[in-house]
T-cell receptor, first 114, second 113 residues
């Protein structure tokens, strides 16, 4: 069955420390991959996406993600976290078959401590 | 680009009542999507439109749910005879004709008492 897994429900990180959020997918073929962020009371904002090419993709707000085909993973990273990065982060995928709907992981809540 | 807008932002209703939500997509986007998000979960796909045509509906969309996009612009999502299990955030998104990148609105939070 197709699935998107975010193994970490909640991560707490100190301001200025690095952050890595994990995402694994199970699909027949490598899907299109996305990371979204959702702040309290807000909609989802796209951080970055991977369609093809360079496996390290840069996004907004200083985030980057690395696609690893062998591990079916698309992990999100930020070298130095700011208090404003406290939010919920969702990994999402779309099949490469003109099927445009997104399938989301359950999300990882990030808390930033001073 | 004014973004995707949704109205109302919050709706509280009593079980058994009907509710309708509206989504206004980004004007150049011809695809429009509805998702439902419950507490602690990621959004789940409900349905999507290309222009005015509803191309796919999830099994989550019971007979009590109906969505329209009459002129290929804004869309409405109606829930009839609401149940407490319908309480959720309803998200709308839109995208360009050739794009997989979806832009989300702020959502409508529904509470069914």
């Amino acid at each position: 069955a197709q699935s998107v897994t975010q193994p970490d429900i909640h991560i707490t990180v100190s301001e200025g420390a690095s952050l890595e959020l994990r995402c694994n997918y199970s699909y027949g073929a490598t899907p299109y991959l996305f990371w979204y962020v959702q702040s309290p009371g807000q909609g989802l904002q796209l951080l970055l996406k991977y369609f093809s090419g360079d496996t390290l993709v840069q996004g907004i707000k200083g985030f980057e993600a690395e696609f690893k085909r062998s591990q079916s993973s698309f992990n999100l990273r930020k070298p130095s976290v700011h208090w404003s990065d406290a939010a919920e982060y969702f990994c999402a995928v779309a099949p490469r078959s003109n099927d445009y709907k997104l399938s989301f992981g359950a999300g990882t809540t990030v808390t930033v401590r001073a | 680009d004014t973004g995707v807008s949704q109205n109302p932002r919050h709706k509280i209703t009593k079980r058994g009542q009907n509710v309708t939500f509206r989504c206004d997509p980004i004007s150049e986007h011809n695809r429009l999507y509805w998702y439902r998000q419950t507490l602690g979960q990621g959004p789940e796909f409900l349905t999507y439109f290309q222009n005015e045509a509803q191309l796919e509906k999830s099994r989550l969309l019971s007979d009590r749910f109906s969505a329209e996009r009459p002129k290929g612009s804004f869309s409405t999502l109606e829930i009839q005879r609401t149940e407490q299990g319908d309480s959720a955030m309803y998200l709308c998104a839109s995208s360009y004709p050739s794009g997989y990148e979806q832009f989300f609105g702020p959502g409508t939070r529904l509470t069914v008492l």
